[in-house]
């Protein structure tokens, strides 16, 4: 149905009923809605206990000044628009008792300066007495005087009261009367003064409640949108630490200059960080705990190995630590106590060494198959007589098996994924997983990291190598050190034996004085063969 809403058609005393619990902004708006309800509620004998009842209702709010109809008053309380303009404004200039936009300064304010001369000619101390007065910012008036920041500032009158004054003047100009003029200004404008001295107090009261409400609301939305991001354990236990708990109720309120929704996006990475960052440095505290405990049983276990010498390189705790089963032991704190972690850990340690020597020497072996082309499928890539290794790292070679336990093998490697920045410069909003928190308190907790063979080239001496194993008659590729260990074969350097005296060396003392003597940037060894 098309027409006029239904409330215009309610008899007067149900819609006096309805008007009687408006909050003064309804009533002003209802003053703009139809010239009937204007011409009520702007009557003042009618209207005047409507409005002095809902103004009454806010609370803490001064009275109605005497030189302000109760409808003005609430306009100018609540109304948020430019008096002249009706665009959008939210600072009341208290002093003159408008609200004025920026775009509007010039037809409604006048500068202390461009008063009318007549002004300073009165006899008064301080023109402010006579005309109510307005500090504001150069940017304009709706630029908060909290928000300036080098900026000039201003101070001005209303048109409409500059105009009043001005008519007021002419009337009793060169007449006695003129001084009673200035006592009724200045008795009136003290009035406003008084007025707007409560009116600020109640606006920086409602300010602080508004303020208060709105991060209570944040609060509430964070805490809700940090519990959905899974950190609601971390949360909770904030609230047992009064001085963390502070400093994360900071973090949410150093956002409120702007309490808008997109700063709140902006804040809910650094709580985010801030939480993520406290849960890894609590469980880092608990898993280091039980790394010493790890430490000390994986060390007696491997000394009873090493008298049985049953096998001949052991990983050092943290590769123990950073096999998936160990983990899962450490992770499950709450079915695990201190003592049954060592008797589980005691019961599983010796598989779990062989099956690590036979990973890394299985990795090794990759290694090397991949480095070098050519190798015979049926021959052990590290059982190859030819197999020197270079560190990339220190430069030094090194053979197998000595080679699984090169300490550069538990260096830092930059390919890994345990290699992390340090926990504080975590980039914002990025999660750390708990596999990675463990993984980075296992390095910090035995300083070192992790087994990793990738440092190694077997390329390094490929072709120099081949010659070697040319003079000796052997195929590189396909021999190993069994089938060199009889071999009758003896060389020597002639570019390094002098003419009286002459190396002579097996295949392995000739490899050694290869890689020793005839390395990168120096030539070649020349072999010939003893007989
Ligand atoms: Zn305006
Ligand atoms: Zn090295
Ligand atoms: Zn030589």
Same mark, same amino acid.
């Given at each position: 149905m098309v027409g006029k809403p239904v409330v215009f058609g309610l008899p007067l005393e149900v819609l006096l009923e309805i008007f009687w619990y408006l909050h003064p902004l309804d009533l002003v708006y209802l003053t703009r809605v139809s010239k009937l309800f204007r011409s009520f509620l702007l009557h003042r004998r009618k209207a005047k206990s409507l409005w002095t009842g809902a103004l009454k209702r806010i609370d803490r709010l001064p009275q109605c000044p005497s030189y302000l109809s109760e409808p003005a008053y609430a306009n100018l309380l609540f109304w948020p628009f430019c008096h002249r303009c009706h665009s959008s404004c939210d600072v009341i200039q208290w002093e003159l008792r408008i609200r004025c936009c920026n775009g509007c300064t010039s037809h409604m304010l006048v500068g202390q300066e461009m008063l009318p001369s007549f002004v300073n000619q009165l006899s008064c101390l301080d023109v402010r007495q006579l005309i109510p007065m307005s500090v504001i910012s150069s940017a304009g008036p709706c630029v908060r005087h909290t928000d300036i920041t080098n900026r000039k500032l201003l101070t001005v009158a209303s048109h409409a009261d500059v105009n009043k004054f001005n008519m007021q003047y002419k009337f009793v100009k060169d007449s006695p009367l003129s001084n009673d003029l200035i006592i009724h200004r200045e008795k009136a404008t003290e009035e406003i003064y008084q007025h707007v001295a409560l009116c600020r107090i109640w606006e920086a009261e409602v300010a602080g409640r508004r303020r208060k409400e709105l991060v209570d609301q944040r609060k509430r939305d964070v805490v809700e949108k940090l519990q959905n991001l899974g950190l609601g354990d971390e949360l909770e236990s904030l609230l047992s630490d009064a001085s963390v708990? *502070?400093?994360?109720?900071? %973090?949410?309120?150093?956002?409120?200059?702007? %309490?808008?929704d997109s700063s709140c996006q902006v804040s809910l990475p650094r709580l985010q960080n801030f939480l993520e960052i406290r849960r890894a440095r609590r469980l880092t505290v608990y898993l280091q705990d039980r790394f010493k405990i790890l430490a000390v049983v994986v060390s007696e276990t491997v000394k009873a190995f090493k008298n049985d010498k049953t096998n001949t390189v052991? @990983?050092? =705790? $943290? #590769? $123990?630590?950073? %096999?998936s089963e160990v983990r899962c032991m450490i992770n499950a704190p709450e079915v695990m106590s201190a003592e049954a972690f060592v008797d589980a850990l005691t019961l599983r340690l010796p598989p779990l060494l062989l099956a690590w020597n036979r990973?890394? +020497?299985?990795?090794?072996?990759?290694l090397v198959r991949a480095q070098l082309c050519g190798i015979d499928n049926a021959v052990d890539p590290l059982a190859l007589a030819a197999l020197v290794f270079r560190c990339s790292n220190c430069r030094l070679h090194v053979t197998y @098996?000595? =080679? %699984? +336990?090169? @300490?550069?093998?538990?260096? *830092? +490697?930059? #390919? *890994?994924p345990w290699v992390q920045l340090p926990m504080e410069t975590t980039a914002l909003g990025r999660t750390m997983s708990p596999v990675e928190i463990y993984e980075k308190? =296992?390095?910090e907790g035995f300083e070192m990291h992790p087994w990793n063979c990738t440092v190694l080239e077997a390329d390094g001496y490929t072709k120099r190598i081949h010659n070697l194993f040319q003079a000796l008659g052997r195929d590189p590729n396909s021999t190993v050190v069994n089938d060199m260990e009889s071999c009758p074969i003896r060389v020597t350097c002639k570019s390094c034996s002098g003419s009286r005296n002459r190396m002579i060396l097996t295949y392995r003392t000739a490899l050694i004085h290869l890689v020793r003597n005839h390395s990168d940037g120096k030539n070649d060894a020349v072999w010939g063969v003893v007989v």
């Amino acid at each position: 149905m098309v027409g006029k809403p239904v409330v215009f058609g309610l008899p007067l005393e149900v819609l006096l009923e309805i008007f009687w619990y408006l909050h003064p902004l309804d009533l002003v708006y209802l003053t703009r809605v139809s010239k009937l309800f204007r011409s009520f509620l702007l009557h003042r004998r009618k209207a005047k206990s409507l409005w002095t009842g809902a103004l009454k209702r806010i609370d803490r709010l001064p009275q109605c000044p005497s030189y302000l109809s109760e409808p003005a008053y609430a306009n100018l309380l609540f109304w948020p628009f430019c008096h002249r303009c009706h665009s959008s404004c939210d600072v009341i200039q208290w002093e003159l008792r408008i609200r004025c936009c920026n775009g509007c300064t010039s037809h409604m304010l006048v500068g202390q300066e461009m008063l009318p001369s007549f002004v300073n000619q009165l006899s008064c101390l301080d023109v402010r007495q006579l005309i109510p007065m307005s500090v504001i910012s150069s940017a304009g008036p709706c630029v908060r005087h909290t928000d300036i920041t080098n900026r000039k500032l201003l101070t001005v009158a209303s048109h409409a009261d500059v105009n009043k004054f001005n008519m007021q003047y002419k009337f009793v100009k060169d007449s006695p009367l003129s001084n009673d003029l200035i006592i009724h200004r200045e008795k009136a404008t003290e009035e406003i003064y008084q007025h707007v001295a409560l009116c600020r107090i109640w606006e920086a009261e409602v300010a602080g409640r508004r303020r208060k409400e709105l991060v209570d609301q944040r609060k509430r939305d964070v805490v809700e949108k940090l519990q959905n991001l899974g950190l609601g354990d971390e949360l909770e236990s904030l609230l047992s630490d009064a001085s963390v708990l *502070k400093e994360f109720d900071n %973090l949410i309120v150093r956002q409120d200059q702007e %309490l808008t929704d997109s700063s709140c996006q902006v804040s809910l990475p650094r709580l985010q960080n801030f939480l993520e960052i406290r849960r890894a440095r609590r469980l880092t505290v608990y898993l280091q705990d039980r790394f010493k405990i790890l430490a000390v049983v994986v060390s007696e276990t491997v000394k009873a190995f090493k008298n049985d010498k049953t096998n001949t390189v052991f @990983p050092h =705790a $943290i #590769d $123990i630590c950073l %096999l998936s089963e160990v983990r899962c032991m450490i992770n499950a704190p709450e079915v695990m106590s201190a003592e049954a972690f060592v008797d589980a850990l005691t019961l599983r340690l010796p598989p779990l060494l062989l099956a690590w020597n036979r990973q890394a +020497t299985g990795q090794l072996a990759d290694l090397v198959r991949a480095q070098l082309c050519g190798i015979d499928n049926a021959v052990d890539p590290l059982a190859l007589a030819a197999l020197v290794f270079r560190c990339s790292n220190c430069r030094l070679h090194v053979t197998y @098996p000595s =080679a %699984l +336990t090169h @300490p550069c093998l538990y260096a *830092k +490697t930059f #390919d *890994k994924p345990w290699v992390q920045l340090p926990m504080e410069t975590t980039a914002l909003g990025r999660t750390m997983s708990p596999v990675e928190i463990y993984e980075k308190a =296992a390095i910090e907790g035995f300083e070192m990291h992790p087994w990793n063979c990738t440092v190694l080239e077997a390329d390094g001496y490929t072709k120099r190598i081949h010659n070697l194993f040319q003079a000796l008659g052997r195929d590189p590729n396909s021999t190993v050190v069994n089938d060199m260990e009889s071999c009758p074969i003896r060389v020597t350097c002639k570019s390094c034996s002098g003419s009286r005296n002459r190396m002579i060396l097996t295949y392995r003392t000739a490899l050694i004085h290869l890689v020793r003597n005839h390395s990168d940037g120096k030539n070649d060894a020349v072999w010939g063969v003893v007989v």
